[in-house]
């Protein structure tokens, strides 16, 4: 899915976000007592521009859940949404400097940014690993365990270099 590059959903304002998104409260299901099954404590949030959505359950609180899906979305956001890059103007990010070797959390709000930086610039060098490290001035390493870090952006891009041919990166 392709977006014009001034529609990055994932780095709005939580309050701009879930303006886009449309909000449900449900009763969990699974394991957890009585509790988690008299109360509409599991939340489904669904970006409707997109139709992409995300689940949370797995507290007996709505608002810890609510927290949970808004993470999720952006991430799942951030995965989806491709913007094009120019490979020979391409700057990375000013902030990228303060994650040395891309070394960032998954609960950083600035996570769900460097998924979408570093699929962009994947996507923009035919998912070379090699040529994206470079151009966000890493080493291929870091690269790769920035990718192997997270199953969700493994998959996606060992998805996409199959569609070409190319072989699946490999975790060693």
């Known amino acids: 899915m392709n977006l014009p590059i ?36 599991a939340v489904r949030l669904t970006h409707t521009p997109t139709g992409i959505h995300a689940v949370a359950a797995e507290s007996r609180s709505q608002r810890e859940n609510r927290i949970h899906a808004i993470r999720r979305l952006r991430h799942k956001l951030a995965m989806e949404i491709r913007h094009e890059i120019d490979g020979i103007n391409y700057r990375r990010p000013e902030w990228f400097v303060e994650y040395e070797g891309l070394h960032i959390n998954p609960k950083n709000p600035l996570y769900p940014a460097a998924v979408a930086e570093v699929l962009d610039v994947l996507k923009g060098m035919e998912w070379s690993v090699g040529k994206a490290a470079v151009m966000l001035s890493l080493t291929t390493s870091a690269l790769t365990r920035f990718l192997h870090d997270d199953p969700a952006v493994w998959q996606k891009v060992n998805a996409a270099r199959a569609e070409l041919g190319i072989k699946p990166l490999r975790w060693v």
């Open 6 to 41: 001034s529609q990055r959903p994932w780095e709005l304002p939580e309050e701009k976000l879930l303006a886009e998104c449309r909000f449900e409260a449900f009763v969990g299901s699974g394991p957890g007592g009585q509790k988690r099954h008299k109360t509409n404590a």
